[in-house]
């Protein structure tokens, strides 16, 4: 699937393509609506429906990611809410067996991320992960989030590498659009973001449910 001789340079996305997706879709849907109910004295399934017409409102966008905008939005410390139920922060299978097949290799692997860096903290805390990459970028130092296609262009000013020699993988299509519009050649579509949720194949771009399948 990937021409290993090829690639001299290895792109991740974190959520949902190295992390379980679970605890991020079980954060903000459940655990945050079941705080801010209680917090505000409404019923759960309001306050629900309520935060999830807030976040797609905002999706796609920096503050969609940004901690201290929803901290101040909601009236909740949700960096605290999150290490409450930071046991739920797993990594994929086969994912330390991928990152240990590129570590023998001379490649430039990094992690790229439209994560805050509030969250990426807890996250590398809890995964132990950041050993493994040369160098991590959070879409907040690039000034806009992956699904703008000049994200790219921000990210190769940080990062030395050619396209037509670059591997991204990641669980979201729109970003997968972007990055080839900029003229990433390898791209790969991670199928099972959520442990808890269905396979979902892409149409566009070869889809992978577990790493070892790129070994
Ligand atoms: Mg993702």
Request: aromatic share 12%.
């Amino acid at each position: 699937m990937i021409p290993w001789p090829e690639v001299d340079t290895v792109l991740l996305d974190m959520d949902g393509t190295l992390l379980d997706k679970h605890f991020d879709d079980y954060f903000w849907e459940h655990f945050v609506p079941e705080i801010y109910a209680r917090e505000n004295g409404i019923e759960e399934r309001e306050a629900r429906k309520k935060l999830l017409d807030t976040y797609r409102a905002k999706e796609g966008t920096l503050d969609w990611t940004d901690l201290d905008y929803w901290s101040e939005q909601l009236g909740l410390d949700i960096p605290a809410l999150k290490l409450k139920i930071d046991h739920l922060i797993q990594v994929h299978p086969y994912v330390i067996e991928f990152l240990e097949f590129l570590q023998k290799s001379p490649r430039g692997v990094y992690l790229v991320t439209n994560a805050h860096g509030k969250t990426l903290a807890i996250k590398m805390a809890k995964t132990a992960l950041s050993g493994y990459f040369t160098g991590i970028v959070c879409a907040e130092e690039i000034g806009m989030p992956k699904e703008d296609p000049r994200f790219w262009a921000g990210l190769r000013q940080r990062i030395d590498f050619r396209r037509e020699r670059t591997m991204l993988a990641e669980d979201s299509e729109k970003i997968l659009l972007s990055a080839r519009s900029y003229g990433i050649r390898h791209l790969i579509h991670v199928a099972r973001p959520s442990s808890r949720g269905p396979i979902q194949v892409s149409s566009q771009f070869p889809s992978i449910s577990f790493f070892n399948e790129l070994i």
